[in-house]
């Protein structure tokens, strides 16, 4: 089953004037892209559907289930929340530092109505899941197909 994908032109513009600050900032300096900046996250989302709901998986390494907050308001869906700086090392003592933290929000529109109260979210192995039921307009009806003769019910 092929889905459609709503396109986000300014999130995609976005991350790429995000790739392209380093460059601006010391135009000389060796980089290779793309380098994304620590202090930004945003989490790798999945949206599917089965007969009864919508399921979003959003990948959230490190992430503790308290630090995230999932909200719905006119077929959006919302995550968010923040992923804590390692405070543990000192600036100083790093070598190579690719782990990103920061605040976080990512939006989804959804492709028809949910049962808002029925929305379960749980959080395992980094890896945020909400299911969302669909209304009883949205799923799916089974629609029999009657034998016609010359224009009458065969029986």
Avoid: C
């Avoid at 959006?76 to 530092?97: C, F, M, P, S």
């Avoid at 395992?124 to 307009?137: A, C, H, M, N, S």
């Amino acid at each position: 089953m092929t889905t459609l994908t709503r396109w986000e032109p300014w999130r995609e513009m976005a991350t790429l004037r995000r790739a392209f600050e380093p460059f601006f900032e010391d135009p000389f300096a060796v980089r290779i892209l793309p380098r994304w900046r620590l202090d930004e996250f945003e989490p790798q989302v999945d949206l599917a559907e089965d007969e009864n709901a919508y399921i979003v998986k959003a990948t959230m390494p490190g992430i503790r289930p308290e630090d995230v907050e999932v909200s719905l308001q006119n077929h959006v869906l919302t995550l968010k929340g923040e992923a804590k700086e390692d405070k543990e090392i000192e600036e100083k003592n790093y070598h190579l530092r690719e782990r990103h933290y920061g605040s976080f929000m990512r939006t989804l529109t959804l492709p028809a109505s949910v049962k808002a109260e029925q929305i379960e979210a749980t959080h395992e192995d980094g890896v945020l899941t909400v299911r969302l039921p669909k209304t009883e307009e949205e799923k799916p009806k089974k629609i029999v197909v009657k034998a016609m003769t010359n224009g009458h019910n065969k029986k």
